[in-house]
């Protein structure tokens, strides 16, 4: 396995780490900068826009670049973030230094999966990506109730601080470790563009939407309605955060098993006038299996080079679940359709729930 691959993996923890660590900290970060709980939700809001709008934004700014040499800069653009997290005086500078540290995270993991694709031999693709995006589910098993403790014990911006460490670790093991690129082609933004035209991605969207806003409507204020409402202790908000991140996990490996019988002709995106999205499929390819679905067959291509704008846009927050799964196939199946949906729902619950909410004193 190479080592670059860890370092990949080190970097989805920490982005996954920061992204999510805010929602067990609100009642501190709330009553430290002295907001309502409302308020300091807006701090999701903004995080989940800011990806959702930085994604294809970061991913054309840096088409000309090498993707070693992105990569580095996207990881800057992270520590520079954190580093301002932990060193926000007040609310709109945390608020500022949050959507910097989102504008990283769908081209860092759009044109970190291609580079992961490229570290390995053909048979091990799959795997390969699997593996970056295996910090993901470590950042919600782990980081989060780590983050979450230490930013009880310490204070919200010593978590900051920490990830910011993290995230200097992770620079340089990309600058020391991470090959020089081969050769890549880079595809027309017009074709990538191309693909919204497509009525099967705006309904894998919509659904993403709504099942993502479901869960973030939860998962957002989980830290004061456990504290406020039930009555949990800090360290119990902790141990709650640890068993949601251990339900994330047994949930994606439970559901990268159960749609592999589903038919190819039941998947929307099937259509051979779909537009070609690079994407992860709920298939399992390099497993001990040898059967092919009849839309996989002879296309087991892995994110194609030319197509860094199409995966980088593809790379919201959320796709941790939709690219968590198995293998890499066809160029369209729906699970990297519905990526997108998820940061723009992400954002729904945090300037939803205000207007349902007894102001705060």
């Known amino acids: 396995m190479p080592l670059a691959l860890l370092v990949l993996a080190l970097s989805s923890f920490a ?5 999510f660590v805010i929602m067990g900290l609100l009642p501190e970060v709330a009553a430290d900068l002295s907001v309502t709980i409302p308020h300091a939700g807006w701090l999701v809001t903004g995080y989940a826009l800011a990806v959702a709008i930085g994604a294809p934004v970061m991913a054309i700014s840096t088409a000309k670049l090498k993707r070693r040499t992105a990569l580095i800069a996207l990881m800057a653009f992270f520590i520079t973030g954190n580093l301002l997290c932990a060193l926000a005086s007040d609310y709109w500078v945390l608020m ?4 910097v540290t989102a504008l990283c995270h769908g081209a860092f993991f759009g044109i970190g999966s291609v580079v992961a694709a490229g570290l390995v031999a053909e048979d091990r693709k799959a795997r390969a990506v699997a ?3 295996t910090g993901l589910t470590l950042a919600n098993v782990l980081g989060v109730p780590l983050g979450t403790a230490v930013g009880q014990a310490y204070g919200w911006r010593a978590t900051f601080g920490v990830v910011t460490v993290v995230g200097i670790v992770t ?3 990309l600058i020391s470790i991470l090959p020089k690129d081969k050769k890549q082609e880079n595809g027309s933004i017009l074709r990538e563009i191309a693909a919204l035209r497509n009525g099967g991605l705006w309904l894998a969207l919509s659904t993403t939407v709504f099942f993502a806003a479901s869960m973030f409507a939860l998962f957002t204020y989980i830290a004061p309605l456990l504290r406020d409402v039930t009555g949990v202790s800090p360290e119990g908000v902790t141990g709650t955060l640890f068993l949601i991140g251990l339900g994330l996990t047994v949930g994606n490996l439970i559901g990268g098993k159960l749609p592999i019988g589903v038919s190819a002709s039941l998947l929307p995106a099937s259509s051979p006038r779909s537009p070609p ?3 992860l499929s709920a298939t399992r390819a390099g497993s001990s299996s040898r059967r092919k679905s009849p839309s ?3 296309r087991s291509q892995v994110l194609p080079p030319c197509r860094r704008f199409r995966s980088a846009s593809s790379a919201s927050a959320g796709t941790r679940r939709t690219w968590s799964r198995r293998s890499i196939s066809g160029p369209s199946t729906p699970a990297m359709r519905s990526a997108p949906g998820l940061a723009a729902s992400s954002s729904m619950p945090a300037s939803i729930s205000p207007a349902f909410r007894s102001p705060q004193p």
């Open 171 to 173: 620079i340089l093991g």
């Open 15 to 19: 982005i996954g780490t920061t992204e």
């Open 96 to 99: 500022i230094a949050r959507i």
């Open 277 to 279: 999205l690079p994407s």
């Open 131 to 133: 593996l970056m995006f």
């Open 296 to 298: 996989s067959s002879g």
